[in-house]
């Protein structure tokens, strides 16, 4: 008879000898007061089934290393109850190492090379609300049965799958129907998932298949057809408030009509406030996202040209662009940066002409052609105050900078693509002066930049000056920091001579931060 543990901790038992487990095999009816339980690096060692309602009444779980587990732990928290499976190749099905014998209070299940949930699993999850799927086969398996007439939610309202391989298009459909509390959804490297419908369900791109192929539609043509495809039903419309598709590639937005009119593009998810996608191939030719965004973050999505196809986006506050094309250029930024929009962030990574030749008041072009007043040049200001771009030229240009003097409050120039700038040109350096309100001032990754442009003591407003792999600086130009300057930061990649030159300044300025 074992005495009443309520900790039990096995390590590094390679073969358990002389461990008084008949087959090494522990049951939970052996440690009914058990609180914590850990079993580590123990191959041959193997647990039996461990019923749901056992695990729940202990406090913490951790298994690592045995057969069928690289890691098994489950914890309770102030951030809820948790519960994380990692598998190995011989893991088959949940039911080997874990029975839901109950509806339980898991709140977070995490699961890293398992095999797919089943509807039964899922009809015991009645308390979760975050699901983190990766590196597995499959999500979901079948959700028909026995039981597909039973009519069944599940208050989740965080999904994040990572490296699925099987018809993760075709689980996600089945899924999302059961989920009318979801209001975040993160897809990462899911290549199997092409084709991106919103605002329908099964039923009716069915019907709507049907009627466009006359009722000729051949089994093998409809299936290759739904090969691929994810369909948000239209719930999300109101649940949905964060959407990330992250490095899948063949994704495209349908368009929806070809299905039905009015359907969709992601126009259709009108409660969407944050939005991530990368590799995004589809027609920039109208509106794609829905005026309710706040934030938007796109990588790699080629063809937009300009931001006309964003210019809807009224409620947008922050706007992150990368690598989506050399030759994208700014138009129609203006109509989020002036009355109307709330942009105040924008982050512009890898389109090096961004800016240029853009003038932002274009009736003050005309003015000029016609001989205009000086005075009424200035029209509308602009709602930015964080910019963070790599188009140097373009930016430092006096229209533009007049356009944001009186709004931008942080500027991050960087020199990824100034390769041989060894300075700034005079029309450049007077570009900056009118930023009268700004406040910090970053220079990155200026390879062959020798020196800072001059005349920043004129930035009256400047009190963080910061310098990051800027390794040819070796001073700062004489007379060039401002009264108002609190920070002067010389970081990452930078050279001895400008540190030296900076340590040489302290008493001068309240903080200097050299790496």
């Excluded at 001579?497 to 200097?512: A, D, S, V």
Aim: with cysteine; aromatic share 6%; charged share 20%.
């Amino acid at each position: 008879m074992f005495p009443p543990l309520q900790v039990l901790i096995i390590r590094k038992c390679p073969k358990l000898l002389g461990f008084p487990f008949s087959n090494h095999i522990i049951s939970p009816d052996w440690f009914p007061k058990l609180q914590k339980l850990e079993i580590c690096d123990c191959p041959e060692f193997f647990l039996s089934v461990i019923p749901m309602s056992w695990i729940e009444s202990l406090c913490h779980v951790l298994i690592l290393q045995v057969k069928l587990l690289q890691k098994l732990e489950w914890s309770k928290s102030s951030d809820g109850v948790n519960l994380l499976i990692k598998g190995t190749g011989d893991l088959h099905s949940i039911d080997q190492v874990l029975v839901f014998d109950k509806e339980t209070g898991l709140e977070k299940l995490t699961l890293d090379k398992c095999p797919p949930l089943e509807l039964k699993h899922l009809l015991m999850l009645t308390s979760l609300k975050t699901l983190f799927v990766q590196n597995s086969v499959g999500l979901v398996g079948p959700l028909g049965g026995g039981q597909s007439d039973v009519e069944w939610q599940l208050p989740v309202e965080y999904i994040k799958i990572n490296n699925l391989n099987g018809n993760t298009g075709e689980e996600m459909t089945e899924l999302l129907p059961h989920l009318p509390k979801l209001s975040k959804l993160e897809i990462w490297d899911c290549k199997n998932i092409k084709k991106l419908v919103v605002g329908m369900d099964v039923q009716q791109t069915t019907s709507e298949a049907s009627e466009m192929g006359g009722g000729e539609i051949t089994a093998a043509a409809a299936e290759e057809e739904d090969d691929g495809v994810l369909l948000f039903p239209p719930h999300l419309s109101d649940s949905l408030r964060e959407l990330q598709f992250i490095s899948v590639p063949e994704l495209v937005l349908v368009d929806p009509s070809t299905l039905c009119p009015g359907g969709g593009w992601l126009q259709a998810l009108r409660s969407l406030q944050r939005l991530t996608m990368s590799g995004l191939s589809t027609s920039f030719s109208c509106h794609l996202f829905p005026s309710s965004l706040q934030f938007l973050e796109l990588w790699d999505v080629k063809g937009m040209g300009t931001l006309e196809p964003l210019s809807n986006l009224s409620s947008l506050t922050r706007l992150e662009l990368h690598s989506c094309g050399e030759d994208l250029k700014c138009q129609g930024l203006w109509s989020l940066l002036t009355t109307g929009g709330q942009l105040n962030e924008l982050e512009v990574r890898a389109s090096p002409r961004f800016f240029a030749d853009w003038d932002p008041n274009p009736r003050r072009a005309l003015e000029d052609a016609e001989g205009g007043e000086e005075q009424q040049t200035q029209l509308v200001s602009s709602t930015l105050r964080e910019l963070w771009t790599d188009d140097i030229a373009g930016l430092l240009a006096a229209p533009v900078c007049r356009f944001l003097s009186s709004s931008l409050t942080k500027l991050t120039l960087l020199g990824v693509s100034c390769e041989g700038m060894e300075r700034f040109i005079k029309e450049q350096e007077d570009a900056l002066q009118p930023l009268s309100s700004l406040q910090e001032l970053m220079f990155w990754c200026f390879k062959d930049l020798q020196q800072l442009p001059a005349g920043l003591r004129n930035l009256t407003s400047l009190e963080i000056l910061s310098v990051n792999y800027c390794p040819a600086i070796s001073s700062l130009p004489n007379d060039a920091l401002p009264d108002s300057l609190k920070k002067l930061e010389v970081l990452y990649n930078c050279s001895k001579e400008l540190k030296q030159y900076c340590r040489g300044l302290e008493g001068t300025i309240p903080e200097i931060c050299i790496l």
